[in-house]
């Protein structure tokens, strides 16, 4: 089984930092795509941004300039960094990757994954 699992949410004010992470664990073989998305209350499921298996990332227009994603392969993690927070970056955050395991390796001579996702970190941006 694979799990994602996500931390370093909580409460910060208007123009603070905070910094994400999302560990992979399990029987992985593979990690391709990495990426971040959020959720506030009464709104649906937005991207923050992905990072491909060389590291190179994307950013929604929303959060360029402030939000930095980065991961390290040797560990399986993937960071979110972010800076200068507004209060309209209020949500649960939530990890996503697509990850091929070993149990499914047999069925996927393609070598495609599977998406996971993680069960998600609240950040609260409020003076």
């Known amino acids: 089984q694979v799990q994602l699992v996500e931390s370093g949410g909580g409460l910060v004010q208007p123009g603070g930092s905070l910094r994400l992470s999302c560990v992979a664990s399990g029987s992985i073989f593979r990690i391709y795509t990495m990426g971040w998305y959020r959720q506030a209350p009464g709104k649906q499921r937005e991207l923050v941004g992905t990072?491909?298996?060389?590291?190179?990332?994307h950013y929604a227009d929303s959060v360029k300039g402030r939000f930095t994603i980065s991961r390290d392969n040797a560990k399986n993690t993937m960071y979110l960094q972010m800076d200068m927070l507004e209060p309209g970056d209020t949500a649960a955050y939530l990890c996503?990757?697509?990850?091929?395991?070993?149990?499914?390796?047999?069925?996927?001579?393609?070598?495609?994954?599977?998406?996971?996702w993680g069960q998600g970190t609240q950040v609260t941006v409020s003076s």
């Open positions: 990072v491909a298996g060389d590291g190179w990332p």
């Open positions: 996503n990757a697509v990850i091929l395991s070993t149990e499914r390796l047999p069925d996927r001579p393609d070598g495609h994954g599977d998406d996971y």
